[in-house]
Every structure is written in C-alpha cells, then in structure tokens.
C-alpha cells in the first residue's frame, strides 16, 4: 500500500490484481486543498506508470459526500495572483495527470459533488455513481467562475448542460440529470451496487488488452492536446479574480453559512 498523508488528509494508492484504486479523504466532506490536489495529481502519474496496473479506480472516502470541491480556507489564504494562479494549477494538474494516464480511470461517486469534485468526475473515463450523488458547480456565487475544470465538465455535459450548471451556481442537479447528459455513465439506488458494478468493470478491464485500452484512450481525449496551455492560462484568470472583495466577502458569507 502506498499512502501519503497531509494533516487531517490523505491519498491512498493500493494494488490488487491488476486494479489499482486511489482513495483520497478530506474531513471538511473531501474538500481540496493544495497539498490533496498534489499528491492526486502525482498518484495518478505513479499509477499510470505502474506496470502492475491496468485499471485505475478513482474513489474518495465516506458515504456523504464524495468532493467538496476547493478549499475556502486556502482560497482565502490566497495573497497575490501568482499564489493564487498556483492555487488553481492543482486542478489543472489533476485533470491533465487524468488525461494523459494511459489507463482508463473509473470513477465512483457515492454522494454529493461540488466544483473540483465535478472535474474530477468529468475527468475520468467511465464514472458510476449512486442516486445520492447531486452535482453542482458553485463558483460563480462566489465570484469566479468554473475555468480550469471547464473543459473538462463541458466535454462530457455539453455546451447547454455546462452552461446550465455554471449560471444555475446555487442550484443542485440530480444524479440522474447528470447520466442524461452523459457525466455519469451509470446510477445505482446503493453504494453496495454501485461497488458491485465497479468491481465487474475493473476486473473486466483489468483482463484487457493494455496497448489497445491505451489506444483508444488516446482516441477518447483526441482534441485535448492543448489543455496544459489551456489550463494554465484559466488557472491565471482564477487567480486574478479570486482576489476581488465580492469573491472574498461571498466566501466569508458561505463560511459563516449566510448562503447555501
């Protein structure tokens, strides 16, 4: 097993008959802080360079909610546009080390996802998911805007579902809303069906051709190329505007639970 660990947080990598599964935790619902964002990013790398995986699993820990999206307290650490910039190329890291990854990722998503965690589902290659899992990109009613997972969001949802989700920021969608628009690729009634399928397709998978599930990876993610350059330069934009007041008033507001 291998596991790193940050305070109150960890990413956890373990092997097993060709499946390798990526488990991270965050205690505020799964949240992303920087250091989380880094070590996903890097045991996503490790596992696609991993010879003895031919899978990857994509999963976070509890039954609640399943990524919470950004930090508020490192978005209001935030001082200046270069650390801000830095913030926001950990999700970009995350979803490029999700693109280029040779491997197919599978995704289980058991409950609720907000910002980065609908990235994170809008990057994976086949995502399950529970009739729990609502979705819903809020940055807007903080002040920003979903920029760096975008592409991502909208390569699976399309232009009217990304645009939907991105102006409706205070609004939730089902699970089954975002199987219609092709984020999630199945929903179940439980977690237990919903890791029963998981482990069907990952053994599946994981009994495959690896050059041709390579191969047609790359396929599936033709039209990407550019997203290191793209990424980088939402990450900017990010950056910049999360240093206005009405981005910080708004997420002093959240925090305080002023707003929903």
């Known amino acids: 097993m291998d596991k790193s660990d940050y305070p109150n947080g960890h990413v956890v990598l373990t092997k097993n008959d060709g499946i390798g599964t990526i488990k991270f935790f965050h205690p505020a619902s799964n949240s992303l802080p920087g250091a989380i964002l880094k070590l996903l990013a890097e045991t996503i790398q490790n596992a696609g360079r991993d010879n003895d995986i031919r899978v990857i699993v994509l999963k976070s820990s509890g039954d609640r909610a399943f990524c919470a999206g950004a930090s508020f307290d490192e978005l209001m650490a935030i001082e200046n546009e270069t650390v801000g910039k830095e913030f926001f190329m950990g999700f970009a890291r995350v979803i490029n080390a999700m693109r280029k990854a040779p491997k197919f990722i599978i995704g289980r998503v058991q409950g609720k996802t907000v910002g980065g965690g609908v990235g994170l589902a809008s990057s994976v290659d086949f995502c399950f998911a529970t009739k729990y899992a609502s979705v819903k990109l809020s940055e807007l009613a903080i002040g920003?805007?979903?920029?760096?997972?975008?592409?991502?969001?909208?390569?699976?949802?399309?232009?009217?579902?990304?645009?939907?989700?991105?102006?409706?920021?205070?609004?939730?969608?089902?699970?089954?809303?975002?199987?219609?628009?092709?984020?999630?690729?199945?929903?179940?009634?439980?977690?237990?069906?919903?890791?029963?399928?998981?482990?069907?397709l990952a053994h599946q998978l994981a009994q495959s051709n690896p050059e041709a599930m390579a191969a047609l990876k790359e396929n599936f993610w033709a039209g990407t190329e550019n997203w290191d350059t793209l990424l980088e330069e939402r990450a900017a934009m990010s950056g910049r505007l999360v240093l206005s007041d009405f981005t910080r008033n708004a997420i002093s507001s959240f925090k305080s639970g002023k707003r929903s």
Not at 152 to 181: H, P
């Open 144 to 200: 920003i805007g979903p920029f760096v997972v975008g592409p991502a969001v909208e390569r699976k949802v399309g232009t009217s579902g990304f645009s939907q989700l991105t102006i409706d920021a205070s609004g939730w969608q089902s699970a089954e809303w975002a199987k219609n628009r092709g984020l999630f690729s199945e929903v179940h009634d439980s977690t237990e069906q919903m890791d029963e399928a998981v482990n069907k």
